[in-house]
């Protein structure tokens, strides 16, 4: 996750949002409240959904568009309840309601709704593209952190492979822990 993200407030101007997600290569902004709690979060899409207006020019009728008071802040076009996540949360929690919701990226909060920090897509393929020798090194550093320095290590794609646990017990615990591990996607204890 990235801590310490950009923010906006909901005073923020709409083309100010717009140059920070431009300028920052980011799909969304996190709006705070007066209290740096979580309000809200403003989009590319919540910007642009007013941002043209239809040219009359394009229809064969004329149409009368009135006058139309365009948004000025971030506070007239931001989705006031964000889908978000707990900082405690599970990676594969986040990552299951990115999917099954189409959001590009999720707050963190705490738990006063103080902003903790951003998950995005981005992040998690960052974590499935984590290289096998640095997951190999860190589950190794794990076992051995916890006293198991002659359990071996394997790394294939992400594919873990354990080779030295013997008791039932012991199995298992190589299991979940290295499961715990980023980037890993499937451990097989031989």
């Known amino acids: 996750m990235t801590r310490e ?52 020019r394009s229809h064969m009728f004329a149409v009368d568009h009135g006058e139309q008071s365009a948004p000025k802040t971030v506070e007239d076009v931001m989705t006031p309840h964000a ?20 959001v590009k990226c999720l707050p963190v909060i705490d ?23 640095v997951i190999e090194r860190e589950v190794g550093a794990r076992f051995a952190s916890m006293g198991y320095r002659d359990w071996l290590v394997e790394v294939s794609e992400g594919d873990v492979e354990i080779e030295g646990p013997t008791t039932v017990n012991d199995r298992s615990m190589a299991q979940v822990i290295a499961s715990t591990i980023p980037g890993v996607l499937k451990v097989r204890v031989r």
């Open 111 to 133: 738990d006063d709704q103080g902003l903790v920090g951003v998950i995005s897509r981005s992040d998690l393929v960052k974590v499935r593209a984590r290289a096998d020798d």
């Open 83 to 102: 889908i978000t996540v707990h900082e405690g949360t599970d990676i594969a929690d986040a990552a299951e309601l990115m999917t099954t919701t189409g």
């Open 5 to 56: 993200p950009t923010t906006a407030t909901g005073e923020t101007t709409i083309k100010r949002a717009a140059e920070i997600l431009a300028e920052l290569h980011i799909s969304s902004l996190p709006v705070l409240d007066d209290h740096g709690r979580l309000c809200g979060v403003v989009s590319e899409a919540d910007l642009i959904r007013e941002a043209f207006v239809p040219d009359p």
